[in-house]
């Protein structure tokens, strides 16, 4: 027995998989020539059922009735099956699901898989994900084949509750101090006996008692904090249809080179910072495109009170410049890692003055330095004209007459080559990319008038605009 003293207890369908063990693991037993041999009828359907509702009694009658099923079936070509499931489910788990048992292993708990499906058929999965125990049904074996019983407990509701508290007792785990995830209303003894619980993409009922009882909700398919409407998409996913770039009332937005973002997997979006503005510029591209992304976005706007809760729900990622943590940057690597778009402005904040008349864009080193922590490509995007609908120095955007609306660029460029891991060379060659997609004029040195200066500072500006070319990108000070 270790010295630990607290555990972090996962439930496995719907809580670390999107949906049921249970196809997965029924293939692999028709590969080596047990179960059936051809499909059962309707039974597609009731696992869709499963992965959508969630455990009933009548699924869980039918579960329990498996154990007679595999009577007579060889332990060790059982076993081959279930090594067979275990690749199969590993890459099944989601994203931040991982990500959380990574947590626990890190902060030294105990690592508990507490399940109803048969401790056989999973015990390879836990043993390739590094849990330290497996909690689940056992079915009975008599000269080395499975005998139709059930031996011990039927891993569900209360007896799983049950299971786990004598393991705790026996190991001397304190579950006050421990943590519980679990999908399921039925697994609610389980979650209460843990200091911790999380309900996991919760059924109706574990919602709503989740409420209730203040326990959080996450879903590990989304970064902690991000809910799901109706349990089934993110807020962002649901604002995309209403991004009509013809209906914006503030300019004529024109997107280009949106077939450079990928359709799947990670990547940074890095964009040249010009107006208040550019956050609705990029919240139409990535509509256009069909895929969420999590921002990187300055502390004040995650510390007002609405705006911060809004920002969060749709995933965004609160930087506070002032304390140089690298908090900000684990978190969009630990996106990146989970296979998702990350958005960021390298320049960190909106040039002032002459600074943001300037031909070379400087930059802060954070776009490089998860490109180097992730090794994901880096997007490059070109904004222009957004200055034209919300100055810095006005408190809210303008809104022109229809017909003379200003135009918005955003050009979408290929992936940016040559980034060797050295932040310094690599945030240069990252803004290069960005302003190959700005218009001539942006590439062309000139005198702003003071209309145009006055125009770039925020409202109330007492400074010094003869220092704004030498302020260190990315600070308001």
Known sequence: M?????????????????????PVIASALQRVGLGPDRSIPGGEALFRFYEVVGETYPSMLLARQAASLSKDWPVEEVGAAAEAAAKELEALVLPYAKAAIEEHREAGDRLVLATTTPEHLVAPFAQ?????????TRYGVTDGRYDGTIEGDFMWGRAKARGVKRW?????????????????????????????????????RLAALAALRDWPIRYFDAPEGVPKVAG????????????????????????????HLPKTGGAIIAFNHRSYFDSTAMAYLLSQHGRPARFLGKKEVFDAPVLGQVAKWMGGIRVDRGTGSDEPLEL??????????????????IPRGPA???????????????????????????????????????RLPTVPLWWRR????????????????DPDPDTTRIMEAITDLLPPEAREHRVPTEDELRA??????DGDPTAESDRRPGTDT
């Open 128 to 136: 390739r994900l590094g849990f330290d125990t497996v909690v689940a």
């Open 332 to 349: 969009a690597a630990e996106a990146l890692r989970a296979g998702e778009m990350v958005s960021m402005a390298p320049q960190g904040t």
């Open 232 to 259: 089934l998409v993110e807020p962002q996913v649901v604002a995309m249809p209403l991004a009509i770039p013809e209906l914006l009332p503030f300019a004529r937005l024109r997107i280009s080179g949106v077939e």
């Open 168 to 204: 705790a007792e026996h190991e001397g785990v304190d579950l006050r101090s421990s943590s519980a995830y679990s999908d399921s209303y039925y697994d609610v003894p389980l979650l209460s006996a843990v200091g911790h619980p999380t309900a996991v993409n919760p059924d109706a």
């Open 456 to 461: 770039t500072y925020p409202p109330g500006y």
């Open 406 to 421: 200003p135009e918005v660029t955003v050009t979408v460029g290929p992936p940016v080559s040559g980034l060797t891991g």
């Open 2 to 22: 270790r010295g630990v003293t607290s555990a972090a207890v996962f439930d496995l369908d719907r809580t670390l998989l999107s949906g049921g063990s249970g």
């Open 356 to 394: 943001f008349f300037e031909p070379v864009l400087k930059a802060r080193w954070g776009a490089a330095r998860l490109a180097a922590m992730s090794g994901v490509d880096v997007i490059p995007v070109g904004i222009w004209g957004t200055e034209k609908v919300w100055p810095r120095n006005q």
